[in-house]
């Protein structure tokens, strides 16, 4: 690369980082960094490295990596304090620094190579910044960023709890979650040391717990004072300290872009907080924004021309950061429902934290700390059904559900597992999906090799009447093939769907009948499942997305429970076997039913008599935006079994024994859908 220009709005340990690796390589860059604050201001305490991250800054720049690494703080335990007992799983190796000091050290060798640092300089439009490459590297908030929001395309939103960030002379040999529970409701802190005198002490709480004790009226002092109080047995005389420390709402940034071409020929690029932030409590964001620099100033070493190098950055980075971001959603989520699982034991609560963004589950932990999860397996081996001496992994412990007792936790439609679920069968001919729709019962049944079985029942609704999935799914069936649709109400499916005829009282009594009637028939099978889900019949109803009837049976969610439940019940009282529901959570739709209304939903559902609830999400319109990935329907299991208080089965991309192990120990679902990749969207 060509010398280069360089402007960096930020100096942050991203635009000093970044600064320091580009003039290292390239002698002849001019390099300036412009920072509106003092050289020693900084807010925070301190920040988080794992041991891969520490890698990767020995390899680009071994004189700050050892500067840096001679003041680490570290440690690879974590402590986690609930229900008065302490559990410590290690293994975890991490190194904090106070962030402080990390800034004196890369200002330090931004000096000695001879970037240009300018502080306590103001930029209020960054049009005026002069250079081939302009690096916006000034944080969430950037100016940058928001001059050029167009192209950038940022979006911020809260994530997680309120939160406070203080400090703490009392030093953390751990890093240590703490959890009290209050009148107002739950506190948490994740508490680590980063010097020999000094350690993070992070409060946190949902923002009805903080505005229930008051915090929103307390100004600085009063806050410290109230954690302070209420943590007073934790701290055991030590004090908490506040670099204007006042309670936040982290903001959560998404850009679509983190580069742009400017009219004069130069280049603007995003860096650290500035293009992207990952929720506090996966401790990532120091480490990002760090891990961008280096990739930045690689890539333009590596590239004669400026266009292309900023290209191979954000192709280089943006996936790495969606993983993080995706992971950071998942442990901000568990940290603001965490008083959802205050009822489990202080062992899978704990196995419950440890693995809750997914970065880390049953079998890595096994690896960093064996006698943790040979403590949880004994466990939940004593705790469940198990008669066996040695305690198996969870997978392989028996469940019951109902008077059924499968010996294990894995569901398929093959068999091999605890459960063999196969459908779904239609109850009428008229609710058939495709013509050739229909179980032969006699060779599901000689086919269970031990396992029980289950069968799905349902009626398509207006899904009905298409053509065999190998043509595509949804697509409807010739006119002169097609048998009359009905639904809750006169919409069709898609685009080239025909259009269903509203049920009406009459055949809302013919299809609950039916329902009735296949349950009596089904008497060979060990457990039964209505199909409630995906937008068929009975789902069209729950769905405000589907169901626009004018009677009793639309409206709010009481009046598009009614005829599920009118089925389910008929069905309870007819089937003395398990009963599960196969509910759609969340329509992931605008306007669809949320998360929330899905957990009052199965709530009714187990109070109408279900078993079990098998977790579904989204179908229910065409156009819906479903957040696929490995075990992405798993958070809403969790929520259902949690809060709604019933058993749950879930799939949703589950391939390997070990995500099945992580789900059962972590309590978010009872039985688990198994299916190999090229079969997942085939399976129950």
């Not at 900023?310 to 950071?328: C, G, H, M, S, T």
Request: charged share 25%.
């Amino acid at each position: 690369m060509r010398p280069l220009r360089v402007s960096v709005l930020g100096a942050g340990p991203a635009g000093l980082y970044l600064s320091l690796l580009l003039k290292k390589a390239q002698p002849a860059h001019e390099i300036t960094v412009l920072e509106r604050n003092p050289a020693d201001a900084t807010y925070g305490w301190g920040v988080v490295f794992s041991e891969e991250t520490l890698g990767a800054l020995r390899d680009a720049d071994q004189a700050s990596y050892l500067e840096i690494t001679d003041t680490f703080a570290r440690w690879d335990a974590i402590d986690i304090r609930y229900r008065d007992r302490t559990l410590r799983s290690r293994g975890h190796s991490f190194s904090a620094i106070a962030r402080r000091t990390l800034l004196g050290i890369t200002q330090r060798r931004c000096r000695e190579v001879g970037v240009r640092l300018e502080f306590g300089t103001e930029v209020t439009d960054p049009s005026t910044l002069d250079g081939d490459l302009v690096v916006a590297a000034d944080g969430v908030n950037s100016l940058i960023r928001r001059a050029q929001d167009k192209v950038f395309g940022g979006r911020i939103t809260p994530q997680g709890c309120k939160y406070v960030w203080y400090g703490t002379d009392l030093v953390f040999d751990a890093f240590t979650f703490l959890f009290k529970e209050t009148e107002h409701g739950l506190f948490q802190v994740h508490g680590y040391p980063f010097d020999e005198d000094t350690s993070t002490f992070i409060v946190e709480c949902p923002r009805h717990t903080w505005e229930s004790a008051g915090l929103d009226k307390m100004d600085e002092a009063q806050s410290m004072a109230f954690c302070a109080d209420l943590f007073a047995d934790e701290l055991g005389g030590h004090e908490l300290k506040s670099n204007k420390s006042l309670w936040l709402d982290f903001p959560r940034l998404v850009t679509k872009h983190w580069h742009s071409a400017n009219p004069d020929g130069s280049r603007t690029v995003l860096l650290g907080d500035s293009a992207h932030t990952a929720h506090f409590t996966i401790g990532s964001g120091t480490k990002l924004a760090m891990e961008d620099a280096i990739a930045l100033a690689a890539a333009v070493d590596r590239h004669t021309d400026l266009g292309a190098a900023l290209v191979d950055y954000e192709l280089e980075r943006k996936p790495v950061i969606d993983r993080f971001q995706q992971a950071a959603a998942s442990s901000a989520d568990y940290f603001e429902r965490v008083s959802r699982h205050t009822g489990l034991d202080p062992l899978p609560f704990a196995f419950n934290l440890l693995t809750r963004s997914g970065r880390i589950g049953h079998a890595s932990l096994s690896v960093r700390d064996p006698s943790f999860v040979r403590a949880v397996d004994s466990w939940f081996g004593t705790a469940g059904e198990s008669t066996t001496a040695v305690c198996p992994p969870p997978l392989f412990t028996p469940f019951r559900v109902g008077e059924l007792v499968l010996r294990n936790r894995i569901v398929q439609d093959t068999p091999g597992g605890g459960l063999l679920l196969v459908g779904t069968e239609p109850v009428t001919e008229d609710g058939r999906r495709t013509p050739s729709d229909g179980l032969k019962w006699t060779a599901v049944l000689e086919s269970a090799q031990g396992a029980a079985v289950g069968l799905r029942i349902g009626h398509a609704g207006r899904r009905g009447a298409t053509r065999e999935p190998v043509h595509g799914v949804d697509v409807p069936l010739p006119a002169e093939q097609a048998w009359p649709l009905v639904a809750a109400s006169p919409i069709p499916y898609g685009p080239r769907s025909a259009v269903p005829r509203e049920l009406d009282a009459e055949g809302m009594v013919r299809i609950r009948d039916a329902f009735v009637a296949m349950a009596r028939k089904a008497v060979d099978f060990d457990l039964l499942e209505l199909d409630m889900a995906h937008g068929f019949l009975l789902g069209g109803f729950l769905s405000p997305l589907t169901n626009k009837r004018a009677d009793c049976y639309g409206g709010d969610l009481d009046a598009r429970l009614r005829y599920p439940l009118e089925v389910l019940r008929a069905v309870r009282e007819a089937w003395s076997k398990p009963l599960s529901v196969r509910l759609s959570v969340t329509d992931w739709s605008a306007r669809g039913t949320t998360p929330d209304e899905g957990v009052a939903m199965a709530h009714a559902m187990a109070q109408a008599g279900a078993d079990l609830i098998h977790v579904a999400a989204g179908q229910t319109v065409p156009e819906g935006m479903p957040d696929y990935r490995r075990g992405f329907l798993t958070p809403l299991a969790d929520r259902v079994r949690s809060e709604a208080g019933v058993p749950t089965m879930v799939g949703g991309y589950l391939t390997t024994l070990d995500e099945v192990n992580t789900v059962i120990a972590a309590a978010r679902a009872d039985l688990c859908v198994l299916a190999p990749p090229d079969r997942e969207w085939t399976t129950p």
